[in-house]
Nanobody, 120 residues
Framework: QVQLAESGGGLVQAGGSLRLSCAASGRSFSSDAMAWFRQAPGKEREFVAG????????YYGDSVKGRFTISRDNANNTVALQMDNLKPEDTAVYYC?????????????WGQGTQVTVSS
């Protein structure tokens, strides 16, 4: 069974940092682009960051550029999202996605999500 499991969410003050991790199991995703999306209450799902299968190319949503960094470790089948200088508007449930193609074309595999709450 293919699973993506996110971890690392929590409560942090504005200006603080969190590191999210996504562990894949069931099959290797080393040939797939991976991404993070987020969804805040009452809002549409939003693309946060994506990374190519090799890890050499990264992509970011405008609202997180310069503050978030996506990376991957194909040997361990994991993807990470380092979030710095967090803002209250970053509060959302963050989801890991495998097989991502673009900001509007997520892949088929999703994790269960991890809550990130940023207090002002």
């Amino acid at each position: 069974q293919v699973q993506l499991a996110e971890s690392g969410g929590g409560l942090v003050q504005a200006g603080g940092s969190l590191r999210l991790s996504c562990a894949a199991s069931g099959r290797s995703f080393s040939s797939d682009a991976m991404a993070w999306f987020r969804q805040a209450p009452g809002k549409e799902r939003e693309f946060v960051a994506g990374v190519s299968w090799s890890g050499h190319s990264t992509y970011y949503g405008d609202s997180v550029k310069g503050r978030f960094t996506i990376s991957r470790d194909n040997a361990n089948n994991t993807v990470a999202l380092q979030m710095d200088n967090l803002k209250p508007e970053d509060t959302a449930v963050y989801y890991c996605n495998a097989g991502w193609a673009s900001a509007t074309r997520p892949g088929s595999y999703w994790g269960q999500g991890t809550q990130v709450t940023v207090s002002s």
